[in-house]
Each structure stands twice: as structure tokens, then as C-alpha cells.
């Protein structure tokens, strides 16, 4: 007897599954790189880092006094304030009944350890904003370290890149290593710029125009000497009326949610945030005889804080491409 679709459908599955399972696309993380990881940390939540200022200079007459000053000292507090988990479950049922059981149990430990990683990595680019007040400008030795794009409709300009560069020189930064993170907005905004698509002008951006501002973790070119890099994971802003850096005009990002572009220094010796790990990620497992399922559940503590105020300015936009 021949064998036919016609007889044999009783022995096809309704619905046939790939034996791959499809995982959805993740961004890159950057920041722990720009951490300085503290360790010597034996027992409790704070961590304290004295420091001292500059010596001061006076005028001096011949056979007078000398005038005494005290070096300037300070104290920065840092805590472990994260305590995170992240656990996940699959029954014994599920298991003996679904196709897909040894595959999806061994991604739990590997999925749970990157939700941790990414809450660090957005944690530590929010942290410049931590306790900062609305429309504050944070201003140190006169200039604004937190502005808004001064482009129509608060959009990013090339102005502001060369304006984080003069900023961070006056407050003595480094000029090298200097990495801008940014959202794919503002690439998308200095990727359409009239004096960059427009190469016969300048042909120095012409690298821009074939490969685009930022490729993944790697720069293509950077901007006024900054690497430029793109992250989903920057910190929103809702500031009312936040001025720009060159005049008293303000952007409005109260009715759609700024974007906080960081623009800084890498350099080892400035480094912008300090982290610690009190508990790196740590996996449990336990099989539950009351409850008849596999437990998995990973744990963390650290905390992340900026550490350097001055090596730190800060453009707001809004993501928004047109």
C-alpha cells in the first residue's frame, strides 16, 4: 500500500518547531570599562576616599611673616546600595512536557546574569544625574557642565562637541582618550549634518558619510577629538527649561523625555565613575520537592557613583530624527 499525504496525516504534527530557539538582539554594553573597580573593601556599605586640594599662594614683604594656609580636604562616600536578584523557575511538568526543556534551563543563569550587567551598565550612565535638581546646570569654576542641544528643536550640533571639550579643558581634564556616549539619535543627527554629508566641503568627514558615525563598540571617526559611542542605556532627562551652553536660551524636555549624552575623559588617572562588586553575580540552584520545579536565582550587590564631577559634561536631546 503507497504511503500518501492522503493516509499518513494522522501521523503529521499540526505544527512543526525548529529545534532553535530565536533570541532577541541585545545592545553592547561599555561602562564598566570607564569604573574604576575599588577593592580593599572588608565589611559594610560605605566606602570613604579622602582628599585634599591645592596649596595656596600669598604675597610676601621682606622680614614679615609668612602666612600659613591649610591644604583644603574633603571626603566622598560611596556605597553599595544595589542588592539585586534575578530568579526564574520551570516545573517538573514543564519539563517532562516541553520540547524546548534542557535548551531554555540552560539559558536561565546566562539571561539572568545579563539582566544584572545591563542594571549596572544603566546605573552607572545615569549616575552623573543622581541628585542632580531640574534645569540645574552644575556649574564648576564658572562653566556649565549640563546643557541642552542648542539645535531647532533641541537636537545636538557640532558646537556642542566642541563645547564639552572646552569645558573639560578649563576644569584641567586630560584632552586624551575623549569618549562621547551617545544615543542613536544624536548619530543619526551629526550622520545627516549639512557639513558632513556635504563632503566636497570638508573632506575630512568623509569617512563619516561612508561608515556613519559609530560602528558597535568601535568609532569610526571622532568628533573635535572625541570617540564617538552609541548606548540605549543613557539616563532620561525632564527638565523644563535647561539652558544651552552659549546663551540663556533653554530646552524644554518636559512633554518628550530628554536623552543624557556623556562626554568625558577615559584616561586611567581620571576615570569619571568608582564601583564596587561586594557580591559579583553568584548562581543558587535547588530542586523544590514541595513545589516539584527547578529554582535558579542569581545574585549581586555593588553600587557605582561619579567620582569626578569635573571630568564629566553633560549634553541633553531629544531623541527625535527627522
Keep these: 500500500m503507497a504511503m ?24 553592547e554594553m561599555m561602562a564598566q570599562r ?12 560605605n566606602f570613604n576616599i579622602p582628599s585634599i ?24 562616600t560611596f556605597s553599595v546600595d544595589k542588592y539585586l536578584s534575578s530568579a526564574t523557575y520551570m516545573t517538573k511538568k514543564a519539563e517532562q512536557d516541553t520540547f524546548y526543556a534542557n535548551e531554555l534551563m540552560s539559558r536561565f543563569v546566562p539571561e ?30 564658572g562653566v556649565k557642565m549640563r546643557v541642552a542641544a542648542s539645535g531647532s528643536g533641541e537636537i545636538i550640533t557640532l558646537k556642542e562637541f566642541a563645547y564639552a571639550r572646552y569645558a573639560l579643558k578649563k576644569q584641567s581634564v586630560p584632552d586624551n582618550n575623549l569618549v562621547a556616549i551617545v544615543d542613536p539619535s544624536v548619530e543619526y543627527a551629526l550622520n545627516t549634518l549639512g557639513n558632513i554629508v556635504n563632503v566636497s566641503n570638508n573632506p575630512r568627514f568623509e569617512g563619516l558619510v561612508r561608515d556613519g558615525i559609530a560602528t558597535g ?3 569610526v571617526a571622532n568628533v573635535y577629538g572625541f570617540d564617538v559611542y552609541c548606548s540605549n542605556f543613557l539616563a532620561d532627562a525632564t527638565d523644563s ?31 569619571p565613575f568608582v564601583g564596587a562588586f561586594r557580591q559579583m553575580p553568584e548562581v543558587d540552584y535547588e530542586y523544590n520537592k514541595d513545589h516539584q520545579r527547578h529554582e535558579f536565582v542569581t545574585t549581586a550587590r555593588y553600587g557605582v557613583k561619579l567620582y569626578r564631577p569635573e571630568n564629566m559634561v553633560r549634553v541633553i536631546t531629544k531623541p527625535t530624527v527627522a
Design 217 to 219: 563598540m568601535r568609532f
Design 4 to 27: 500518501t499525504t492522503s493516509n499518513t496525516s494522522f501521523l503529521q504534527r499540526a505544527q512543526v518547531y525548529s529545534t532553535e530557539l530565536k533570541e532577541i538582539l541585545r545592545d
Design 53 to 76: 586640594g591645592q596649596a595656596q599662594v600669598d604675597n610676601y614683604s621682606e622680614d614679615s611673616a609668612v602666612t600659613y594656609r591649610p591644604l583644603d580636604t574633603g571626603n566622598f
Design 34 to 45: 570607564y569604573v574604576r573597580m575599588l577593592d580593599g573593601f572588608p565589611d559594610g556599605n
Design 112 to 141: 539572568q546574569e545579563r539582566a544584572i550587567m545591563e542594571h549596572f551598565e544603566s546605573t552607572t550612565l545615569a549616575a552623573p544625574e543622581a541628585g542632580v535638581s531640574a534645569n540645574s546646570e552644575e556649574t564648576i569654576n
Design 241 to 271: 527649561g535647561l539652558e544651552e551652553a552659549f546663551s540663556a536660551s533653554t530646552g524644554d524636555f518636559s512633554t518628550t523625555n530628554g536623552k543624557v549624552n556623556l562626554f568625558f575623559s577615559a584616561s586611567q588617572e581620571v576615570n
